[in-house]
C-alpha cells in the first residue's frame, strides 16, 4: 500500500500516519522525491484497506501495490532515480559510459586503458579485483593490491571506479575503496550479500542473474533498497539461452519493461552479453537507441594478452569510435 499525503498536510498528520501504520505492525516508509509526500506500507502480513487510510486526517490516496516489488517500483516512485558519484551523475535524462578491463591486472595496465577511455569520454572506470571466474584454475583477480590500483587510477585520471564484491567476506574492504560497489550476475540472488549491499553507503550496480526473469530481478534491488541504499543502477548482461553465436543473449526488450516498472536506472553490458568483440559495437548502439541510462564495456589496450575476457574486449580505437557512434545516436533520438 502507498499513503499519498494532501499538498497541505501537516507534519502533526504525516507523523500520524506512521503511527497508524507501526501500530499496525508494518513498517513506514517515507518515499523520496516529487512534491508529494508518500508513505509506503512495507511488511504487511496480509491485504490493508484502502478506506481505512483514506479516513486518516491528511490523506489523499490509498493506492493498493499489486506488485511484489514495492520499492523499485514507478507505483511506489513515479520520478527516476538520480545518482550523483562525485561529478558523474546517473539516471533521469543523463548517459554514462563506464569503460575499462575485465580484470585489473598490474598498475601500469590499468593506467594506461584509464587513460585511454578517459580521453574517449568514458565517465567511470570498471576493472575487476575479486573475479568470478568458472573455473578455479583461471586468474581470480588481484584481491586488495587490485582496489589500491583502483585508488590510484581515480587519483591519477579523476574518474570514479565500479569494481564486484565477490561475497560478504570481502564487501567491507571493496566499499572502502569502490565508489560503485559491483554485484555480479551469479550473485544476483545472494541474499545475504544482498542485504550487506542494503547497509552500504556506496551506489551499487546489480547484475541480471544468468538466468534470472524481470521480477527476480527486481526482487534483488528490492532487498538493497529496504535493506536502506535507494542507490541502485540495474545492468542487463544478457541471458543464458540455447544460442552458441554469442556467450550469452542480450535481453533488450528487458529494458524497456524495466525502465517502465522501476525508477532506477538501467545500463547495459554489451561485453559480457556477446562474449565477442565484433558484436560489442552493433549491441551497444541498438542498447542506447532503445533508451538505457548507459552502458558498461570492457577495453583492453592487449586483448590478445589479456587475463580475462580478452576475447570480448574492445581496442582503445574501438571505444572511441563507439564513443562518437553513441553520440549521434543519442542525438538523433
Ligand atoms: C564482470 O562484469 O566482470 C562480470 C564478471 O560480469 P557478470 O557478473 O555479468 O558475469
Ligand atoms: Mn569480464
Known sequence: MLVVMKQQATPEQIDAVVADIEKKGCTARPIPGGERVAIGVLHNKGALEASHFLALPGVKEAIPVTKPYKLVSREFKPEETIIKIGDVVIGGGHFNMIAGPCAVESEQQAITIARAVRSSGAHMFRGGAFKPRTSPYSFQGLGEEGLKILSKVREETGLPVV??????????????????????????????????????????????????????????????????????????????????????????????????????????????????????????????????????VEVHHAPDEALSDGPQSLYPEQFDSLCTQIESIRKAF
Open 163 to 296: 569494481t564486484e564484491a565477490l561475497d560478504h567476506e570481502v564487501f567491507d574492504i571493496v566499499e572502502e575503496y569502490a565508489d560503485v560497489v559491483q554485484i555480479g550476475a551469479r550473485n544476483m540472488q545472494n541474499y545475504t550479500l544482498l542485504r550487506r549491499a542494503g547497509r552500504s553507503k556506496k551506489p551499487v550496480l546489480l547484475k541480471r542473474g544468468l538466468s534470472a526473469t524481470i521480477e527476480e530481478w527486481l526482487m534483488a534491488a528490492e532487498y538493497i533498497l529496504e535493506g536502506g541504499n535507494s542507490e541502485v543502477i540495474l545492468c542487463e548482461r544478457g541471458v543464458r539461452t540455447f544460442a552458441h553465436h554469442s556467450r550469452n543473449t542480450l535481453d533488450l526488450s528487458a529494458i524497456l519493461v524495466v525502465c517502465k516498472e522501476s525508477h532506477l536506472p538501467v545500463i547495459v553490458d554489451p561485453s559480457h552479453a556477446t562474449g565477442r568483440r565484433d558484436q560489442v559495437i552493433p549491441m551497444s548502439r541498438a542498447a542506447v537507441a532503445a533508451g538505457v541510462h548507459g552502458l558498461m
